[in-house]
């Protein structure tokens, strides 16, 4: 349902019913209506977006200020024509709405600054938990053929970030500290972050395949050193190492929590494969890929270890609403870095979306400035020259900008649910963790 906005010598309103939200482990509760707010629908799927503060317009005596941003409601679900919306109401205002990732308290105004005592250092806290943990990988996809056993040890070599395992056990503790005050790791918990880091591992494996990739992580692929067909079998193999981890826990609400992350990655890569010809809804199309290929795993693997530190419902919902939005969060960046970043730094081609035909959202925020865009959204960049002249746009439209500034309303929605679990180190260190994800240049 297309979003309507009615441009008032006072104020601007858009109006449409209120819908739960998709991406959730739960269903969630309309937002009641109330006035001059902005409420969103679709008739498909639609996407948690994050508290953003209450928008209209206002006349001023010059037009130029006009724009001036005074507030925003409290907006639940994102509608496939929602990026759109709220592109245009912030596309004049990029210069003046200048994006300090440094400052806690410019993106998260409602919570306080952390402070130097408070703050936390995520890696150091996780290193603990962490240690060994390639080496424990390793354990886990002993084989006796020489070939497979150097494949499935290719990417675990201990130069890799090791995010997901990080927030794994800093969620641990942080439930374990709610719960009953212990600041110990279970076994079962670390394992989870062990199977997270495989499944993750897999993934990518079968993405290179998939994508045609010729390095990651500042090295080939194992496509390239080894051939497709037998990278697909390594990637399963990684993958049936880690199902095989996930059976030895013994409990059967963490199997099922986990193995939506798999499903989630057959469902989002079939997303992906697919575009929407209507504009309106490409942006929750590309929102439903990013979750369910980036964000489902972060998601579930926090939810699972909340699960067996504590038994509340709530904080199982806690942590998975973090681990949601953070993951958003990262995909969001890492997709202004394939147009902000240089290859050497990141490791892997830059403009590489493009390459492959893929819309992402410093893309699709673009194509509003330059509507020419969208038919070669629609041929999937194919023709000569497509990929240059789109680099070229988003770079002198405010896509990248605005993505940044989405990424920041995730990590916002973030910080406010971990900050409803009991202070401790780890929580604080979730905190910063948001900022780190919106200042990662790689």
Not at 114 to 131: A, N, V
Not at 267 to 294: C, D, I, M, P, V
Not at 304 to 321: N, R
Not at 337 to 344: I, M, R, V
Request: with cysteine; net charge positive; hydrophobic share 40%.
């Amino acid at each position: 349902m297309a979003l309507r906005w009615w441009w008032r010598s006072g104020a601007s309103c858009c109006r449409a019913p209120p819908l739960g939200s998709v991406g959730s482990s739960g269903p969630r509760a309309p937002p009641a209506p109330s006035a001059a707010m902005c409420h969103i629908t679709q008739r498909s799927s639609t996407f948690l977006f994050p508290k953003i503060c209450s928008i209209f317009w206002r006349s001023l005596q010059e037009r130029e200020e006009s724009n001036r941003i005074v507030g925003l409601p409290e907006v639940k679900a994102l509608s496939p024509s929602v990026g759109y919306a709220i592109h245009n109401v912030f596309k004049r205002n990029t210069r003046r709405a200048r994006f300090h990732h440094t400052s806690t308290s410019h993106w998260c105004s409602c919570s306080k600054t952390i402070s130097d005592e408070k703050y936390q250092d995520p890696f150091q806290l996780g290193r603990k938990d962490l240690k060994n943990l390639y080496e424990d990988i390793k354990k886990e996809l002993l084989v006796s053929a020489a070939e497979l056993k150097e494949m499935c040890d290719y990417y675990f070599d201990g130069k890799g970030k090791a995010f997901r395992p990080m927030i794994v056990v800093l969620m641990a503790r942080a439930c374990n500290i709610h719960h009953n005050n212990s600041k110990e790791v279970q076994a079962s918990q670390r394992s989870v972050a062990i199977i997270a880091e495989m499944i993750h591992t897999a993934s990518l494996v079968h993405d290179d395949v998939i994508d045609d990739a010729n390095s990651r992580r500042g090295k080939r692929t194992l496509n390239q050193i080894w051939g497709e067909r037998k990278a697909v079998l390594a990637g399963d193999f990684i993958l049936s190492a880690a199902s095989v981890a996930l059976a030895r826990i013994g409990n059967t609400t963490i199997i099922s929590v986990l193995t939506q992350v798999i499903e989630d990655l057959v469902r989002g890569e079939f997303l992906q494969l697919g575009s929407k010809e209507n504009e309106n809804e490409r942006f929750a199309h590309y929102l439903e890929k990013t979750f369910k290929k980036t964000a489902s795993l972060i998601a579930n693997s926090c939810k699972a270890v909340s699960i067996l530190g504590c038994p509340d419902p709530k904080v199982h919902e806690i942590a998975y609403q973090y681990g949601k939005n953070v993951g958003i969060a990262f995909q969001l960046i890492d997709d202004v870095l394939d147009f902000t970043s240089c290859a050497d730094h990141l490791g892997k081609p830059t403009a590489a979306d493009l390459k492959l035909g893929l819309a992402t959202g410093p893309v699709l925020f673009a194509c509003r400035q330059f509507p020419e865009m969208n038919a070669m959204i629609m041929r999937r960049f194919s023709k000569p020259g497509d990929v240059e002249r789109a680099r070229k746009y988003v770079l002198q439209s405010d896509g990248v900008q605005q993505t940044t500034y989405l990424a920041q309303r995730y990590c916002h929605a973030a910080t406010r649910e971990i900050r409803k679990l009991r202070p401790s180190p780890e929580r604080e260190a979730l905190i910063h963790l948001t900022e780190m994800v919106l200042m990662r240049d790689k």
